[in-house]
């Protein structure tokens, strides 16, 4: 088996003034595809919006600085645990089954950075996330005729085409102070349903002057066991080391903060990777191989996925 474990940053995907969203593209990581996993990273910036979208896999987010509103919808049936518009700040994890609507706004007065890492087993494109908007250049309304809009919605030629062609933007749009007061306050209520805190749960793991891991299952957050993803961080002292772990699925591993090394070995006891990484990169550690990870001086945060629930 040969592979480039190598960990890679992301691509620019779109730009605009209300940020970027940044992803990983399998051509230019094939164990992406091979792993059937995928990932990108959100950076919203204050009055930022990222338009109403659905995506064709499963995925988690993972809120790593700020904090925004999210307006989810979950497939199936309308209730308050399946949809609402709710808060989510740093530390959070948000689980979003593959269909699900979503809509972000960031309210607060930096930067939102999210980190989505996906089990792409479904995915039109191996390796990758492919996104389906409801509005803008690439929205559905759009494509369809005025005829069929105003039929719809029960409305006449000129508003529906109005419907269609008054949004101009593609995946971020920067709101204006008045489109901003309309947008209410998150739902605190729904937020405890939808999304779970990870600073606020107990490690796993902890060791004086070593550092600790942490890790949500389905089993305590149920939304993670309709995602069928289990999630971890492992925060690293300066110089400290993480003993040889391995798992039955793939793992996507995001480095969240600081530096270090890691060292990968596969199949017959080879080596397969011994590499630096450092805030920003993402690496996949392919399903049984083990992983040592290794802080530099000034320590490391790794948040992972593993697509599965066992």
């Given amino acids: 088996m040969n592979m480039d474990l190598s960990p890679k940053f992301p691509a620019t995907f779109t730009e605009t003034e209300a940020g970027v969203y940044y992803h990983w593209a399998a051509a230019d990581s094939q164990v992406l595809g091979e792993a059937k996993v995928a990932a990108g990273k959100l950076v919203l910036k204050p009055q930022g919006f ?16 700020g904090k ?39 309210y607060g007065d930096s930067d939102v950075v999210i980190i989505f890492m996906a089990d792409a087993t479904k995915a039109y494109v191996a390796g990758e996330i492919t996104y389906f908007f409801l509005t803008g250049q690439q929205g559905h309304l759009r494509a369809f005729s005025p005829e069929f809009i105003a039929k719809t919605y029960q409305i006449n030629a000129d508003k529906a085409k109005n419907l269609v062609g008054s949004q101009k933007g593609v995946l971020l749009i920067k709101l204006s102070d008045e489109e901003a007061r309309k947008i209410p306050n998150p739902n605190e209520e729904v937020s405890n349903i939808l999304s779970y805190n990870m600073d606020a749960s107990q490690p796993d793991v902890e060791v004086d002057n070593g ?38 699925e793939s793992q996507v591993c995001y480095i969240a903060k600081g530096s270090g090394e890691v060292q990968i070995v596969g199949i017959n006891g080879k080596l397969v990777l011994n590499t630096k990484v450092e805030t920003g990169q993402l690496f996949v550690v392919p399903k049984l191989f083990a992983v040592v ?12 996925i593993v697509t599965s629930t066992r």
């Fill in 211 to 248: 550092g600790k891991l942490t890790t949500i299952k389905g089993t305590e957050f149920l939304l993670l066991e309709q995602v069928g993803i289990d999630v971890s961080r492992l925060v690293l002292e300066s110089c400290a080391t993480r003993a040889p772990s391995y798992a039955t």
């Fill in 50 to 65: 990222v338009l109403p979208h659905y995506a064709d896999c499963s995925k988690v987010g993972y809120v790593l600085e």
């Fill in 68 to 106: 925004c509103g999210v307006a989810l919808r979950l497939p199936g049936i309308n209730t308050k645990e399946n949809m609402g518009y709710i808060g989510v700040k740093k530390g959070d994890v948000l689980p979003i089954p593959c269909g699900s609507v979503s809509s972000w706004y960031n």
């Fill in 293 to 304: 990870v290794s802080a530099d001086e000034q320590g490391i945060e790794l948040v992972s």
